[in-house]
């Protein structure tokens, strides 16, 4: 894979005004193209985006050298990252009606004991959602690293790691569902006492959010899923 190829896959991204896509070179393997984001107002906040791509690519070495399931980067430069496709997202998956009960879980199971493996570690993801987990029928792989780094972090950043990826489960779903319990009790099963209570020990800023958020009626998604993963998570313990 050159740059000549990569520079006439990149304008294509730009003309369709998407930040990733897939593609196929002369028919062969799918891989993935992920362009770095337009610097914004939000970006004060997160940081330059330039940095997040460089972030990235440290975050998959780091996590390959510990064993951690991250994608093949075959090309990178200071536009974009590209990848291998590792196969569809925890998100497709639970939402696809055509996928069996099993294999739904099987997925969902694999990736609680990955994200505990990763926290054995001490590491942890930086917002890790349904979207970030892909299955290929075998195994699961993280994305979106933009947010790693390699810090050695605390039982509480690693448990907001955790209940990132309830909650995405909540934006989707009014309740949990068996492959939602798949997840948590293969995390549960793979990770330390320790880690699992304080996975458990909601912040109380969160709940005090989820109680206002419930009594003035406020409908945005991630308002009502904050109030859905907080009152799974008290169902838990």
Request: net charge positive.
């Amino acid at each position: 894979m050159n740059k000549t190829e990569i520079d006439i896959i990149y304008d294509n991204l730009v003309k369709k005004g998407k930040r990733f896509d897939s593609f196929k070179l002369d028919g062969g393997s799918k891989y993935w193209i992920k362009k770095r984001e337009r610097f914004m107002l939000k970006h004060f906040f997160k940081g330059h985006p330039a940095k997040a791509i460089k972030r990235e690519l440290a975050g998959i070495k780091a996590l390959k050298r510990c064993g951690i399931p991250v994608p093949n980067v075959v090309y990178d430069d200071l536009r974009c990252i590209v990848t291998e496709d590792v196969g569809t997202s925890l998100q497709d998956i639970a939402i696809n009606k055509r996928i069996g009960l099993a294999e739904k879980r099987k997925s969902f199971s694999s990736a609680g004991k990955i994200m505990a493996a990763l926290h054995m570690k001490k590491y942890a993801h930086g917002g890790l959602a349904l979207r970030d987990v892909c299955w290929n029928g075998a195994a699961v792989t993280l994305l979106d690293l933009e947010s790693f780094d390699e810090v050695i972090r605390s039982k509480r950043k690693l448990s907001i790691d955790f209940y990132l990826f309830i909650h995405s489960w909540f934006k989707l779903f009014e309740v949990e569902k068996p492959e939602l319990i798949a997840f948590v009790d293969a995390y549960k099963s793979n990770i330390n006492q320790a880690q699992w209570q304080k996975s458990l020990d909601v912040p109380l800023y969160l709940k005090i959010f989820s109680r206002l958020f419930n009594l003035l009626k406020y409908k945005k998604s991630d308002i009502i899923a904050l109030t859905r993963a907080v009152n799974f998570l008290d169902t838990l313990k």
